[in-house]
């Protein structure tokens, strides 16, 4: 799946260390071909337990996990909405990406200086927010022009897409992005139409010091991002980017070891890879062999033929049935042939609803 979730932030926040650290950690390259490692683009593999247990049932030649993309977006400074800085380059990469994962500086540090003179989060989140907001209604105020026209002369869809646009024009003029307007489910289709920057989900990334890493609850700055994410409709987690750095350059043995001096159960950035991968609405599926045990990404809600074509476009144009079952039962079973005899073994069909943790093997003829 060719999404990718992109992370932006003021200068000294932390963007910087923690792109790095996802670049170290990198997935191998020659996993997943065609894939363009460009500088500004970081792909790494995304943490699951289930691979791991299933490559023990199933001692397969090879292990391949699946992959998550994250870019680094240019800078931004205010008045990027009019072209600021990199305000342009800024804003059309902000375009290109599928969700926004946005570092916040939430830790002092006299050594390191900040933008505005102050560490205040919630200003770094509005000086970001606003820019894309204030762009967002230049685009709006753009299209109800147009649309105001047509609506005039009796045109349906032209009146039901203009109430829509002047309720988002009431939002961005009150500083709220579209993540917090509440449309039905039509009505979001029209809003999806308007590839609007502010409908893009969004994962606030905390940056705390080491010293609050374990335990960040009392950290105030930590606090006021959870209180602002919930009304902006988005999620929070909390990393300490420059401990994700070091941890980039161990093997998993000395990882686990210092996660473990350190009080933290996972690492910063595998919460990041995961919490990005369920914001995008993203999804696992397995196959599993002798030859290889995999795990594919797919998009929640897909059916049957459209993830065996994530696969090959053979399967999905020849599908006849899809073999699953799902991890829990495989598992808990011990091998495939114990989880059909104990009748955990499905044969779906063309409409099956993939579900994240299927395991399955596809059939098709070509």
């Known amino acids: 799946m060719a999404l990718t979730a992109g992370i932006v932030g003021l200068p000294n926040v932390g963007k910087s260390t923690l792109f790095n650290a996802i670049t170290k950690a990198g997935a191998e390259s020659a996993n997943y071909p065609f894939c363009t490692i460009d500088p500004n683009v970081g792909i790494v593999e995304v943490p699951d337990y289930r691979l791991d247990k299933l490559t023990e049932l ?22 990027a909405s009019k072209g600021e800085g990199l305000g342009n380059k800024f804003l059309s990469h902000i375009r290109q ?41 230049e685009s709006v105020d753009k299209r109800i022009a147009r649309v105001q026209k047509l609506a005039k002369q009796k045109d349906k869809e032209a009146a039901y897409e203009h109430e829509i646009l002047l309720k988002l024009k009431e939002a961005f003029e009150e500083g709220r992005s579209a993540r917090t ?17 502010t409908i893009k989900p969004v994962l606030y990334v905390a940056n705390v010091s080491e010293d609050d890493i374990a335990d960040p609850s009392d950290n105030e700055y930590v606090q006021q991002v959870r209180e602002f994410a919930e009304g902006d409709n988005a999620e929070v987690i909390v990393v300490c980017a420059k401990i994700e750095s070091e941890i980039a350059e161990l093997d998993d043995e000395e990882k686990a070891m ?7 159960e996972e690492s910063g950035l595998d919460q990041l890879i995961r919490a990005a991968y369920d914001l995008l609405g993203l999804a696992t599926y397995f196959t599993a062999g002798v030859q290889e045990v995999r795990a594919w990404t797919f998009r929640q809600g897909m059916k049957a ?20 079952v799902s991890y829990d039962d495989l598992v808990s079973n011990g091998t495939m042939a114990a989880a059909r005899e104990a009748g955990k073994v499905r044969l779906e069909g063309k409409e099956y609803i993939v579900k994240d943790g299927d395991v399955i093997h596809f059939r098709f003829n070509v």
């Open 58 to 79: 199933v001692d397969p030649k090879k292990t391949v996990p699946t992959a998550f993309e994250f870019t680094d977006i240019a800078g931004i400074v205010k008045g």
């Open 97 to 137: 990406v599928d969700a926004i994962c946005q570092v916040v500086r939430c830790f002092a540090d006299e050594n390191i200086t900040h933008v505005s003179g102050k560490v205040n989060p919630l200003d770094d989140i509005e000086v970001i927010n606003l820019e894309l907001i204030l762009a967002d209604l």
């Open 181 to 197: 307007v509440e449309f039905t489910d039509e009505q979001m289709k029209v809003v999806k139409g308007l590839h609007l920057l």
């Open 258 to 264: 210092f996660l473990e001096e350190l009080g933290i």
């Open 305 to 324: 033929p459209e993830c065996a074509g994530i696969i090959h476009t053979d399967f999905e144009k020849g599908f006849i049935r899809a073999e699953t």
